[in-house]
């Protein structure tokens, strides 16, 4: 079992995305995250999927995505150098005065950023690798957490490696 | 040339070459069917359930290898078109289904016969489409004919709401159209192919495994010019039958839960596998892990999700079987010398006693009909040369197994989804496409009553299909598995309060015969064969108890095959 991040380039139709959604539930083919937006061509847009599976599974899975008449092209970066972001988006409360000072030393640590403030709440920014922005959640876990939001990850292959048409 | 979205369809089906179309109507398909009614290129056939009509369809595509057309209106209209779209998805016929949609500012309001036909359809179809602009029905049609028609083939559904087929626009077919996301792979790879051709000939215990792609892709002939040259033994799916002729020397019957001794015997022992446009489904492979130990496998499939997906695949060749083979044989013919045909006559020894334990005698009766004899008296009485489709259960496996086709597209059976209700709306769409041709319709007293009410379509449309009730007052398939493992508990298999199926058949206006003695049926199927213009509904009272031999059990491999029970054990069996 392996994790692998998958770049699907396909038709921007409606219905697109619930063809691939349907196509992983139909077959019992995991799904850990799904981001979607349409690309700088209009006409396609982009889709990271981060799933797991053996490799006769994955297989499967880019063999049977392929086979949607909406995708138009992709790549299993995990094939090769890549890269992987997420967002995260946190809401945390923080009235005493200890608490912010913990809350901005992590922040400074992890490189995030302050979005909102209130006089008791702070929502901060994080972009990085799962990893990253796992740590950063382990760690803020002392302070009361009200909101955390992730965008699932983005990919994207290493050096001249391009997913394009 | 402006039209209205109504005729632009139907334009299209004109200027797709669609000879028939199979519908309903209703509410949001009114202006359809109006232009329906303008026009007498198109063929309207009115079925009687929205089922019959894509099994229609279907049986029409599989017969004559041109996509089936169906129309139907919403909300019910489509969900009863669901079974027949999953049937023809699981076998990979093209098929196109129009279904109407409420008009687009109710879409979402849950309004009078909305369903989500996209959203229901979409796990049963190879792609479906939501027309919104009247601009785009003409490509959209075009697309969705690319679509059913190539590569894998199957079944599209296309849905257009009421008011786009109101609006006007100016009507253009596309002669030919690209798609940059759908590029089916047509030619082999000719590398893979020379490894495929290197395995062939040095097997020494090979076996040619064939399966509904091979007659999707018309590769018959490529097929029996391969089998004739190397002469390997040649088994085939339960929907490959007919791409080798039966009587072809090399030919060992068909393979799987009940298919011959000697093909699922060489299945098991073989070294190398050619597998052509089959997909290794369960019912073929028995138990994986028992599956083929030996084997070095090449598959040829169009489709990649094919290859390699339940068993490992040795060489795998992505392309259209016919092409594939055509660039096979060229590459193979100039170095058959190089078969070891020595060893291939030893194993054909083997394969030959395999065969002489005759695996589909079974015990011949003067007193009670027994089923597998009025398939053997039809396949006399037709040459073998009648189209037969069948329902699901008993009579299709012994239809499969005793009706021994010499040619492709004339054994019409749901093989992949196994709907009960298929055989005779599937003989309609064959009949039509075959005014001349017999068409049998091979049932249970179960499966005909799924779709027993298209005999009024037969009658309109003067079809004059010859059904064939193999009536054991039981779902036979089901009685069969409770004896066989439910210690004879028949939960609800017996089929209690039957019809009188003659006095049915007469009151749709049809000929009914009962026949319930063997002595009769070979009188009683002449009959009804001759009377060409007549649907004749033949009731037989076939022997209740009769099951279908030979069988691998669920969870067992192709070496443990059950034989019928008066002859023991495979291994206690005489190999003559
Ligand atoms: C629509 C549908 N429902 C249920 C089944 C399960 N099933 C398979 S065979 C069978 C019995 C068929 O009985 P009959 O048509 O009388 O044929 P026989 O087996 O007796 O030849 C049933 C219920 C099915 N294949 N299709």
């Given amino acids: 079992m392996m994790r692998r991040i998958i770049s699907v380039l396909l038709e921007n139709e409606a219905g697109a995305l619930s063809r691939v959604a349907g196509l992983f539930s139909a077959r019992g083919y995991n799904i850990e995250s799904l981001t979607v937006a349409p690309t700088d061509d209009p006409s396609l847009s982009r889709m990271t999927i981060v799933t797991s599976g053996t490799d006769a599974v994955i297989e499967q899975i880019t063999k049977q995505l392929n086979k949607l008449v909406d995708v138009v092209k992709l790549r299993d970066l995990t094939e090769g150098k890549h890269l992987g972001r997420e967002l995260m988006l946190v809401k945390v409360s923080a009235s005493s005065a200890d608490q912010k000072d913990d809350i901005k030393r992590l922040v400074d640590i992890f490189r995030g950023r302050y979005i909102d403030v209130t006089e008791s709440t702070f929502t901060l920014e994080l972009t990085g690798s799962t990893e990253k922005v796992d740590a950063f959640l382990e760690a803020l876990s002392q302070a009361e957490m009200i909101e955390v939001v992730r965008s699932g990850m983005l990919g994207i292959g290493r050096g001249k490696n391009a997913l394009k048409l | ?576």
């Fill in chain 2, 1 to 576: 040339m402006n039209l209205t979205g109504a005729d632009i369809v139907v334009r299209c089906l004109k200027d797709e070459g669609i000879e028939y179309i199979f519908g309903y109507p209703g509410g949001a398909a009114l202006h359809i069917y109006d232009a329906m009614y303008r026009q007498d290129d198109v063929k309207h056939i009115l079925v009687r359930h929205e089922q019959g009509a894509t099994h229609a369809a279907d049986g029409y595509a599989r017969a004559t290898g041109k996509p089936g057309v169906v129309l139907v209106t919403s909300g019910p209209g489509v969900t009863n078109t669901v079974t027949g779209i999953a049937t023809a998805f699981m076998d990979s016929i093209p098929m196109v289904v129009i279904t109407a949609q409420v008009p687009s500012h109710l879409i979402g309001d849950d309004a009078f016969q909305e369903v989500d036909t996209v959203g229901i359809t979409r796990p049963c179809v190879k792609h479906n489409f939501l027309i919104k602009d009247v601009n785009k029905i003409a490509e959209t049609m075009k697309k969705a004919f690319y679509i059913a028609a190539t590569g894998r083939p199957g079944p599209v559904v296309v849905d257009i709401p009421k008011d786009i087929t109101a609006q006007s626009a100016e009507y253009h077919y596309p002669a030919k159209i690209d798609m940059r996301s759908y590029q089916p792979k047509i030619k082999g790879h000719n590398k893979q192919i020379a490894r495929g051709v290197d395995l062939l000939l040095q097997a020494k215990k090979p076996i040619i495994y064939t399966g509904g792609g091979a007659i999707l892709s018309s590769a018959e002939d490529a097929l029996v010019q391969l089998v004739d040259s190397v002469e390997y033994p040649s088994t085939s799916t339960l929907m490959g039958l007919g791409a080798i002729p039966a009587s072809n020397p090399n030919f060992l019957g068909m393979l799987g839960m009940h298919g011959t001794y000697e093909a699922n015997m060489a299945m098991y022992d073989c070294d190398v596998m050619l597998a052509v446009g089959a997909r290794f489904d369960d019912r073929v492979t028995g138990e994986l892990s028992k599956f083929s130990p030996n084997a070095k496998i090449i598959q040829i499939d169009i489709d990649p999700s094919s290859i390699g997906k339940n068993v490992p695949v040795e060489v795998p060749i992505v392309g259209d079987c016919n092409e594939v083979l055509l660039q096979l044989n060229a590459q193979l013919q100039p170095r058959l010398g190089e078969i070891g045909r020595g060893s291939i006559d030893q194993w054909w020894d083997v394969v030959n006693q395999w065969k002489s334990l005759d695996s589909l005698a079974y015990n011949a009766s003067d007193t009670v009909i027994k089923p597998q004899f009025v398939v053997q008296k039809l396949l006399e009485i037709t040459n073998g040369d009648a189209y037969v489709t069948s329902d699901v259960g008993q009579h299709q496996m012994w239809a499969a197994q005793y009706y021994t086709f010499e040619k492709s597209r004339r054994w019409i059976n749901s093989g992949g989804l196994g709907t009960m209700g298929f055989g005779l709306p599937a003989a309609l769409g064959v009949q039509l496409a075959y005014p001349d041709d017999l068409v049998a319709c091979i049932t249970g007293d179960a499966s005909i009553q799924m779709c027993l009410q298209e005999l009024s379509t037969c009658l309109q449309y003067n079809l004059p299909v010859k059904v064939l009730n193999l009536n054991n007052q039981y779902m036979g398939m089901v009685r069969q598995w409770q004896e066989f493992f439910y210690d004879r508990r028949y939960s609800h298999s017996y089929m209690d309060a039957l019809p009188d199926f003659v006095k049915l058949a007469e009151s749709y206006g049809h000929i009914g015969i009962r026949v319930d003695k063997p002595g009769d049926v070979e009188g009683a199927l002449k009959e009804a064969c001759g009377m060409k213009n007549r649907l004749v509904f033949l009731d037989i009272l076939t022997d209740h108890t009769e099951n279908v031999y030979p069988m691998i059990a669920a969870g067992k491999g192709h070496s443990e095959m059950h034989l019928k029970p008066s002859d023991g054990d495979v291994q206690e069996r005489e190999l003559a």
